[in-house]
């Protein structure tokens, strides 16, 4: 068994699914596409969070890598999509358990990152741009990596579809391949 799925056992771990994943492929026109959609800032998080663009702009196809896997972490939560308030909080929720399997995984010595949706929640207000207060807790968004989240899923067979009244949330956790010896 490997040590993500004994950790993704644990108790704190218990309301999400866990699927391991191949890395995906990368895709210029795709990470272009998501650049300019944080460019258009509709979420108003772009320039202000290191967990977003530019912040946390980098050269994803040397990334990937270093990259062995992907866990994807997932919750379901029945929620009025008109209610921002829930919708945030559920948001924080995903972050915080994400956050901490991530710190688990460290801990028993595997090195990876975690990524979901949005803008990194860590400290509140983020300190940018000036430097990151906390950069091994940084969530950053999924989208800094400009992966068509719809053909992501298909090649791997789990469904990406919308529901009223049923918002799925995501964590991304690379796993990086072990250093050579």
Known sequence: MDTWESISTLKDFEEYRFIKAPVPVYDQAAYDLAFQRCKENKCGSYDTNWGCNPGAKRDV????????????????????????ELLSSVTEDMQRGCRRFVLKMRDNGIDCDGFLDGPCLYCGKCAYPEPCRFPDMIMPSVSTLGIGLDKYFESIGEPFT???GVIN?????????????
């Open 61 to 84: 196809d040397e990334y990937y890598r270093d990259i062995d896997y992907v866990v994807i972490m997932t919750r379901r939560f029945e929620i009025d999509y008109h209610d921002s």
């Open 162 to 164: 919308f529901q009223e």
């Open 169 to 181: 949330l995501y964590g991304f956790i690379f796993i990086k391949k072990p250093a050579e010896q």
